[in-house]
């Protein structure tokens, strides 16, 4: 393929991509990000410091029910948290992200962003529909995980670390002890 030909490619690629998109298609090609899908890091940045600050909250709601949903006497609260501001959606395209840059090779990108985003402590409100609040500790991505808000896991990182080698194989070590140590 000449010079020209790619050229064309690559315009016609980016004539296809929605407007939204297309900044991204852009960033890549200037080498600003490797996955196109993966927020910038100036984004995960500005992310985790509206998370530091108490703007970006979850919200948690509760509710007495006295019978579960097949009719069954429960005499019951249930307890779950809201995403307000989606960030659970953009965490998820955060750790899908990292799983391509382990892919690449891009071993200590993924250690610092996943430095920074699994200290991430939430803000806890009370939901406006909540009958009763009594949650005010902070939510982590453990907390997260547990109740289901996050569709990529960290085993799901680890499975496709690529392992051959010892230095391959140090280097994943050396990212599981940091993830470890802050979750």
Known sequence: MSEAEKEEWIL???????????????????GEKKVIYMPSQGEIE????KVDHGDIYLEYETHYYEFDDDGRYMDDWKVWHNDPFQVMGFLNR??????????????????DILDRVCKL?????????SEDF???????LVNAAEEGML???IRVLYT????????????????VTRMKKNI
């Open 12 to 30: 016609t690629q980016a004539k296809l991509l929605e407007e939204n998109e297309q900044q991204s298609f852009l960033m890549s090609l200037s």
């Open 46 to 49: 500005e992310l985790c410091e």
């Open 94 to 111: 955060v750790f899908s992200g990292c799983h391509d840059l382990l892919l690449l090779n891009e071993y200590k990108t993924v250690v």
């Open 121 to 129: 402590e939430f803000k806890v409100i009370e939901s406006p529909d």
């Open 134 to 140: 009594e949650d005010d500790s902070p939510f982590t």
């Open 151 to 153: 569709s990529m896991s």
């Open 160 to 175: 496709t670390c690529p392992v051959n080698g010892n230095h391959r194989r140090q280097r994943w070590l050396y990212l």
